[in-house]
Nanobody
Framework: QVQLVESGGGLVQAGGSLRLSCAASGSIFSINTMGWYRQATGKQREFVADITSGGNTLYANSVKGRFTISRDNAKNAVYLQMNSLKPEDTAVYYC??????????????WGQGTLVTVSS
């Protein structure tokens, strides 16, 4: 069974930084894109950033210049460095991989989420 497990969430003051990590486990041949979404209370889940296996990145306008996504292909891991955090960044952050390739074919996998709270 393929899983994505996030870590690194927590409580931080506005202007502070946090680093989220996500590691894929299980039988995996390859992972193309890995990324992060977030969902604030009472709002829809929204795209934050993603990165391809080749290192191409994409960011939501709301986080561009403050967040940096990176990955370690050898570890099947993706990271999100969040700087200059704002109260509006408060949300549950989900790791996401739309195409994990293994013996079953291509799987779409979500992590369980990690809570980030930014106090003003």
């Amino acid at each position: 069974q393929v899983q994505l497990v996030e870590s690194g969430g927590g409580l931080v003051q506005a202007g502070g930084s946090l680093r989220l990590s996500c590691a894929a486990s299980g039988s995996i041949f390859s992972i193309n894109t890995m990324g992060w979404y977030r969902q604030a209370t009472g709002k829809q889940r929204e795209f934050v950033a993603d990165i391809t296996s080749g290192g191409n990145t994409l960011y939501a306008n709301s986080v561009k210049g403050r967040f940096t996504i990176s990955r370690d292909n050898a570890k099947n891991a993706v990271y999100l460095q969040m700087n200059s955090l704002k109260p509006e960044d408060t949300a549950v952050y989900y790791c996401y991989a739309p195409e994990i390739y293994n013996s079953e074919g291509y799987l779409e996998v979500w992590g369980q989420g990690t809570l980030v709270t930014v106090s003003s």
